[in-house]
């Protein structure tokens, strides 16, 4: 093979490897669902990632390491022409700490660094649903945004610890759901 043909095998030997992460990537985003609802006063978020809740999760988990799911959740405004606007942004983290002598899991969710919930299951599918589903989980007040412009809610999650990723390749997954706010 001549040089030419030497960087052009590597040329689409590189443009495939972009393809196969471009795969990669949207195949994390397939794995968070976010519904956004609009109450009476309040926007509220309900999320699920349960596929996120991989082999390598629950493993970790079983080995009786602390694993943590932390969820950034940004409510942002769609601006034309200009970078978009953070209405709104909140921290959750959500951890099991399973203990293998007595066969629990000790479960803690914290919001902005405040304790919310704390439970102890035997369940292993409790604690996945701990772990990966939120309903209804408040963000603003319908007070704060603007009429009739358009938002989304952008989450992204982070599994620790760092060998019990999300999808196998990379610790932080990403997604967004987007709606207009009509009053």
Same mark, same amino acid.
Do not use: C
């Given at each position: 093979m001549t040089t030419r043909g030497n960087w052009r095998h590597k040329g689409?030997? &590189?443009?495939l490897a972009f393809v196969a992460a471009g795969v990669f990537v949207r195949a994390a985003e397939d794995t968070l669902r976010i519904v956004p609802i609009l =109450?009476? $006063?309040? !926007? !509220? &978020?309900?999320? $699920?990632? @349960?596929?996120?809740?991989?082999?390598? &999760?629950?493993?970790?988990?079983? =080995?009786g390491l602390k694993t943590t799911f932390t969820y950034e959740i940004e409510l942002r405004m769609v601006v034309p022409t200009w970078v978009?606007?953070?209405?709104a942004s909140?921290? !959750?983290? !959500?951890?099991?700490?399973?203990?293998? /002598?007595?066969? +629990?899991?000790?479960? /803690? +969710?914290t919001i902005d660094g405040r304790v919310e919930q704390a439970s102890v299951s035997e369940s292993e599918t409790a604690a996945k649903q701990w772990l990966t589903s939120f309903s209804r989980l408040p963000i603003v007040m319908t007070s704060k945004l603007d009429p009739n412009r358009d938002y989304y809610v952008r989450i992204r999650a982070r599994v620790r610890p760092? #060998?019990?990723?999300?999808? #196998? /390749?990379?610790? @932080?997954? =990403?997604?967004?759901?987007?709606?207009?706010f009509v009053p």
């Amino acid at each position: 093979m001549t040089t030419r043909g030497n960087w052009r095998h590597k040329g689409w030997m &590189v443009l495939l490897a972009f393809v196969a992460a471009g795969v990669f990537v949207r195949a994390a985003e397939d794995t968070l669902r976010i519904v956004p609802i609009l =109450s009476k $006063d309040d !926007v !509220v &978020v309900s999320f $699920d990632g @349960t596929e996120a809740y991989t082999d390598e &999760v629950r493993a970790a988990i079983a =080995s009786g390491l602390k694993t943590t799911f932390t969820y950034e959740i940004e409510l942002r405004m769609v601006v034309p022409t200009w970078v978009d606007r953070t209405i709104a942004s909140s921290i !959750v983290t !959500v951890s099991d700490q399973y203990d293998n /002598l007595t066969r +629990r899991h000790t479960l /803690l +969710r914290t919001i902005d660094g405040r304790v919310e919930q704390a439970s102890v299951s035997e369940s292993e599918t409790a604690a996945k649903q701990w772990l990966t589903s939120f309903s209804r989980l408040p963000i603003v007040m319908t007070s704060k945004l603007d009429p009739n412009r358009d938002y989304y809610v952008r989450i992204r999650a982070r599994v620790r610890p760092h #060998g019990a990723s999300i999808i #196998g /390749l990379a610790n @932080t997954i =990403s997604a967004q759901a987007k709606f207009t706010f009509v009053p």
